[in-house]
C-alpha cells in the first residue's frame, strides 16, 4: 500500500528564545573548519564574537567571488557573528582576550599548537581566567604526534584519509572534491564536540579542551573500511560512480541531454527499477538477490537502465521512477538547486537582508528544530566592525581602547 503523502507541519508559534542563547563564543579561528563550527554555534542564539588580526583578517573574506570588493563567502561564513580585531601577539591583545575569556563560554581556535602557548594564551592560562571555558582546539593534524607542528588544510585530509584513493574512475588518478570537504566535516564535529563539552560542564562545573584533527572526522563518514581491512585485508578500489555494494548505481544521461542518478540500495528498489525499465528477466538471475552479487554485474545492469533513460527526457524519467516507486534524483547544479520544489518548500535556501549587498541568498540553518528554531540574524559584517562596542560591553574606557589602537593590539 502507498504511503501516506507527508506534508508540511501546521504553522506555530516558537519561542523567541533560540536555544543556546547566553552562549559565549570567541571565533578565533581562520578557513574553515573552526570558523564554520562557530558559525553552526550562532545560528541558533550563541552571541559569536569573531576576533580578527587589526591587519589580517579571516582570508574566507577574499575567498572565491567577490561583488562590489566583498567577498561573498565571508558573507556565508560570518553570519551571525560580531566582528572585532585584536593582535593577540602584543601584551594588549594577550590581557584583553584573557577578559574576553573570563565572560566567555567557548573559544574556538586552529593555530598550529604551541602559538597560544608562545603567547601565554595556552589552556593554563584560559583555564585559569576562566575554569568553565571549552577551549576547541582545531588543526590539521591534532595536538601531538609525528605531523602535529607541520602546516596543513583540509585537502590533505582528504588525501591522507582513504578519500581521495577511492573517488574517480577506476583507470583515472585520484580525485580531490572541488569543495572544502574535510573542513566542512570537521566544522560540524567540532560543533558538535563542543555541545559535548558543554554538557560535561553543566554537571561537572568545569570546562575542558577539544583537540580536533581535521584528518579524523573524515575518516568516520568513509565508513567501514579500516575494519574491512583488519578483518578481510579488503581494499576499497575506484569504482567511479559505482558502488561495490549495489547496483544499479550511477549517473545516467537523459533523451534530453540531462542526467539523473540512481540508487538500489534496497533490494526491493533494484527489483522495481528492472520492472520499470522492461527487464524483468534479470530479477531471476541468482546473482541478482544480493547488493553485491548485483555489484559484480555492474555493466548488465547499467545498460538495461541506461538504455532505457537514454529513450526518455528528465522528466519523463523521474516521473516514471516516481510511479513505479523507485530512488531517482536530478543531477543539478547550483542554478537547479536554486529553483528546487523541494529546497523551496524546506527554505533550504534563504534570502537575507544586507546592507552592503541588499537581498543575499545562502543556505539556511543546518536543520528545523520546532519550538526553538535558530535564524540569520546578519550576514558576515565588515572587519572590526564591533570592536569598540565589544570592548566597551567588557568595561574598558575610551582611553585604554585608544591606548590598546596606539599599541596596535587592535
Same mark, same amino acid.
Given at each position: 500500500m502507498k504511503a501516506p503523502e507527508m506534508t508540511a507541519p501546521e504553522p506555530r508559534t516558537p519561542s523567541t !528564545?533560540?536555544?543556546l542563547t547566553g552562549l559565549r563564543v570567541l571565533d578565533l579561528a581562520t578557513l574553515f573548519a573552526g570558523p564554520l563550527a562557530a558559525t553552526m554555534l550562532g545560528d541558533f542564539g550563541a552571541e559569536v564574537i569573531k576576533i580578527e588580526h587589526p591587519v589580517k583578517p579571516d582570508p574566507s573574506r577574499g575567498h572565491g567571488p567577490?561583488?562590489?570588493g566583498i567577498g561573498l563567502w565571508w558573507k556565508l561564513l560570518g553570519?551571525?557573528?560580531? !566582528?572585532?580585531? =585584536?593582535?593577540l601577539s602584543r601584551p594588549g591583545g594577550r590581557t584583553t582576550l584573557l577578559r574576553l575569556a573570563a565572560t566567555a563560554d567557548v573559544v574556538i581556535e586552529n593555530f598550529r599548537p604551541g602559538t597560544l602557548e608562545k603567547w601565554d594564551l595556552g589552556w593554563p592560562e584560559l583555564s585559569a581566567a576562566n575554569p568553565r571555558l571549552v577551549l576547541a582546539r582545531v588543526t590539521a593534524f591534532g595536538q601531538f604526534g609525528p605531523y602535529a607542528h607541520r602546516p596543513g588544510f583540509g585537502t590533505l585530509a582528504e588525501a591522507m584519509s582513504g578519500f581521495a584513493a577511492i573517488t574517480g574512475e577506476p583507470d583515472a588518478p585520484p580525485t580531490l572534491p572541488p569543495f572544502g570537504l574535510a573542513d566542512s566535516i570537521a566544522g560540524l564535529a567540532t560543533a558538535y564536540a563542543v555541545m559535548t563539552a558543554l554538557s560535561a560542564r553543566d554537571r561537572t562545573g568545569e570546562g575542558q579542551v577539544v583537540d580536533m584533527a581535521i584528518i579524523e572526522p573524515i575518516l568516520t563518514v568513509l565508513g567501514p573500511q579500516p575494519l574491512w581491512y583488519d578483518q578481510l585485508g579488503h581494499v576499497q578500489p575506484r569504482t567511479g560512480n559505482r558502488s561495490q555494494n549495489n547496483a544499479p548505481r550511477n549517473t545516467y544521461r537523459t533523451a534530453d541531454g540531462t542526467w539523473v542518478a540512481v540508487s538500489t540500495s534496497a533490494q526491493s528498489i533494484a527489483e522495481r527499477v528492472m520492472r =520499470?525499465? /522492461?527487464?524483468?528477466? =534479470? *530479477?531471476?538471475e541468482p546473482w541478482f538477490a544480493t547488493g553485491a552479487e548485483r555489484a559484480r554485474h555492474s555493466d548488465v545492469l547499467d545498460e538495461a537502465v541506461g538504455a532505457w533513460i537514454a529513450r526518455h527526457s528528465q522528466s519523463e524519467v523521474i516521473a516514471a521512477f516516481e510511479k513505479a516507486e523507485a530512488a531517482v534524483a536530478p543531477v543539478q547544479d547550483v542554478r537547479e538547486v536554486m529553483t528546487d520544489p523541494q529546497y523551496q518548500a524546506l527554505d533550504t535556501i534563504t534570502t537575507v537582508d544586507d546592507p552592503d549587498l541588499g537581498p543575499i541568498r545562502m543556505q539556511n540553518v543546518l536543520f528545523r528544530l520546532s519550538e526553538t528554531? /535558530?535564524? *540569520?540574524r546578519w550576514a558576515g559584517r565588515p572587519h572590526g566592525a564591533d570592536t569598540t562596542a565589544v570592548l566597551t560591553e567588557l568595561g574598558l574606557t575610551e582611553p585604554e581602547i585608544d591606548a590598546l589602537r596606539t599599541e596596535g593590539a587592535l
Open positions: !528564545t533560540a536555544p567577490s561583488k562590489d553570519r551571525n557573528k560580531r !566582528t572585532m580585531t =585584536l593582535d =520499470l525499465v /522492461g527487464r524483468p528477466e =534479470l *530479477i531471476d528554531p /535558530g535564524a *540569520i
